[in-house]
């Protein structure tokens, strides 16, 4: 076990105690040292949560407009093809307002890296709900309960698994088992673009503690216990590989 923090961090002092943004900056962190690549390594980030790594991660980071990292980074990685290059963003920017430009970049299986951190909520802007809430949960703009009939909840899992990527998988910001997984998946997306294999996007199921109005102890059991009901964990799509 390492005790260290990679050195491609500088700080995560901004997120909310037990909050998954720190975990998964970490694990990030951790892979692109390990793989000798943090120095060419260009990161694309969302606004909200996901902004405060261009002050905590030690990358190239690039701030894109609210759900437009995907672009962004395919857009870097056409420029500088032999650079790693990946967007990390919410489940809103990615699956709400960028959902038609997450699509778009699987189909044409672009040679990037996707880390979504799915918590289920608009975690920055006061945990309105999102295409990710679970039935029934409370949130700002369902404070009754979202109506599972009328919204549904999205798992893009489905919607890209038969699309021609390189790599798609799930997994969970819990436990020692779970952020070792979370590791696995996130090496293994960096590990297909350097092969040039194509599109390659690690959903990260994260608490939310502030915005689930539960301690960091329940949000972590919610996490593994009621959202992985609605998004399994697992390789769903790993070119070259097992499935």
């Not at 005790?3 to 720190?22: D, R, Y």
């Not at 350097?194 to 503690?209: I, Y």
């Amino acid at each position: 076990m390492k005790l260290k923090a990679p050195e491609t961090i500088f700080s995560t002092e901004n997120f909310c105690p037990g909050c998954g943004h720190g975990l998964a900056s970490r694990l990030i962190g951790e892979v692109t040292e390990e793989m000798g690549i943090s120095e060419k390594t260009i990161a694309v980030v969302d606004v909200a949560c996901c902004s405060f790594h261009i002050d905590y991660w030690n990358y190239d980071t690039i701030m894109a407009a609210h759900g437009r990292d995907i672009p962004t980074a395919v857009g870097v990685k056409h420029v500088r093809p032999e650079n790693p290059v990946f967007a990390y963003l919410g489940d809103g920017a990615a699956y709400s307002i960028g959902i038609a430009e997450t699509i778009h970049a699987a189909l044409r299986n672009d040679n990037i890296c996707v880390f979504v951190i799915n918590n289920s909520v608009f975690g920055m802007t006061g945990g309105q709900m999102a295409p990710t809430t679970l039935p029934n949960q409370k949130t700002a703009t369902s404070p009754k309960g979202k109506d599972p009939a009328k919204y549904g909840t999205l798992n893009i899992m489905p919607m890209l698994e038969n699309l021609d990527v390189a790599y798609l998988a799930r997994g969970e910001l819990v436990g020692a088992k779970g952020m070792n997984q979370c590791k696995t998946m996130i090496r293994k997306a960096f590990e297909k673009q350097a092969a040039g294999m194509g599109f390659s996007m690690v959903e990260l199921l994260s608490p939310c503690p502030t915005n689930l109005y539960m301690t960091p102890l329940k949000a972590r059991e919610h996490v593994d216990q009621e959202m992985t009901k609605f998004f399994p964990l697992g390789e769903f799509v790993d070119k070259g590989g097992n499935k």
